[in-house]
């Protein structure tokens, strides 16, 4: 799953407002205990995603409320600037543990991820005569696919680590497109702004490790770091930046009947992430500008022992943007072991 695909690209592209490049991981979706690698089987999985942002920070982390469209040799235009964007995505995870072990006792595991994404993306410019224009667009269709061919992970009484790499392969919906504004006597080319799919490639290698204070493993404290190295894009001389995410959680299981068949599960979680290398390319604009968000919320759940499944929902609530939107996430997950 990727957030919100970005409106800026249409609007903020022609302009003094930020337009910088993300990548393909979006930080608040796993749940806390979901970087470690399980027990040996079979799971299967199903995150559900929204994403919803109506502020748009620069790379002062500013919020931004006007651009400039044109200005080549004149001043330009100054418009406002409202935005509006929505994210529903739904995100089926298939997923096997080895039986066998690695050296040192190791597992290995691998899963697969595709994505399907209901996008409504909406921003509305208003000149301040109030002659303006406005584009809503939404979309469902198939987004990008995560493959995770390598995930490995040891365990001791008190601590699990995993290292794993994976891809983002570009078979989401993206076209480039050209934005008329008569009014303005502007022309934009740039991604369309109800793509799903990002248009690029994206290796990502993540590690993870969790502490058990007790052998029982009923509190867990947890953290993964995720690096991700990005292509270039289809159609656009542009290569994203790297990123760099920070996940971390706190996950207690208390016991809700007896005999501990039904656990509720709690824990504050969020996440950081920060643009590590400048965009290249020759349609890079403001390359020196590297975007960063932060996130903070709660995890709630529940577990059902004997039918090894989980229902877990998740709220994280971003603050500290810089060069990107700055939102809100909901998921509620579903996942069993078979």
Same mark, same amino acid.
């Given at each position: ?15 003094? =407002?930020?337009?910088?490049?993300? +990548? ?27 994403? +919803? ?13 006007s651009i400039t469209i044109g200005g080549g040799v004149g001043p330009g235009v100054t418009v $406002?600037?409202? %935005? ?28 697969? @991820? ?8 909406? =921003? @509305?410019?208003?000149? /301040?005569?109030?002659? +303006? ?12 696919? *995560?493959?995770?061919? %390598? ?10 680590? &995993?290292?794993? *790499? ?5 078979? $989401?919906? *993206? ?14 080319? &740039?991604p369309a702004a109800d793509n799903i799919g990002l248009g690029f490639w994206t290796h990502q290698? /993540?590690? #993870?490790?969790?502490? *058990? ?15 991700? %190295?990005?292509?270039?894009?289809? @159609? ?23 005999d501990d068949w039904l656990l509720l599960e709690v824990g504050p979680t969020g996440y950081s ?18 975007? /960063? ?5 709660? /995890? ?19 603050? #500290? ?13 579903? +996942?069993?072991?078979?």
């Amino acid at each position: 799953m990727r957030r919100a695909l970005l409106v800026a690209a249409v609007l903020l592209g022609a302009g003094a =407002a930020p337009a910088g490049e993300i +990548g393909h991981y979006a930080p608040g979706v796993l749940n806390i205990r979901d970087f470690l690698v399980p027990d040996p089987g079979w799971y299967a999985a199903v995150y559900n995603v929204y994403y +919803g942002a109506d502020t748009l920070r620069d790379k002062n982390g500013d919020r931004v409320r006007s651009i400039t469209i044109g200005g080549g040799v004149g001043p330009g235009v100054t418009v $406002g600037l409202d %935005v509006d964007v929505d994210v529903f995505t739904v995100v089926p995870t298939f997923m096997g543990v080895a039986p066998w072990e690695l050296p040192g006792g190791g597992r290995y595991a691998a899963y697969i @991820s595709p994505t399907l994404a209901n996008t409504s993306v909406s =921003a @509305s410019l208003s000149t /301040q005569t109030g002659v +303006g224009v406005a584009s809503d667009e939404g979309q469902f269709g198939v987004g990008d696919l *995560y493959v995770q061919p %390598v995930w490995l992970g040891w365990s001791g009484a008190h601590w699990d680590f &995993s290292l794993s *790499y994976g891809f983002y392969a570009p078979v $989401g919906k *993206y076209d480039t497109d050209k934005k008329n504004f008569p009014l303005l006597g502007v022309t934009i080319e &740039s991604p369309a702004a109800d793509n799903i799919g990002l248009g690029f490639w994206t290796h990502q290698f /993540q590690t #993870a490790a969790a502490w *058990y204070p007790w052998e029982h493993r009923a509190t867990a404290v947890a953290m993964a770091v995720t690096g991700e %190295v990005h292509g270039e894009k289809e @159609s656009i001389d542009i290569t994203p930046g790297s990123h760099v995410s920070w996940n971390w959680g706190i996950s207690q299981y208390l016991p809700l009947v007896e005999d501990d068949w039904l656990l509720l599960e709690v824990g504050p979680t969020g996440y950081s992430q920060w643009q590590v290398s400048d965009d290249t390319g020759s349609a890079a604009r403001n390359r020196n500008v590297h975007d /960063q968000v932060h996130a903070a919320g709660l /995890q709630l759940g529940l577990t059902h022992v004997p039918w090894n499944a989980f229902l877990t929902a998740r709220y994280l609530h971003e603050f #500290a943007a810089e060069d990107r939107f700055e939102g809100q996430m909901a998921t509620i997950s579903l +996942g069993k072991k078979f």
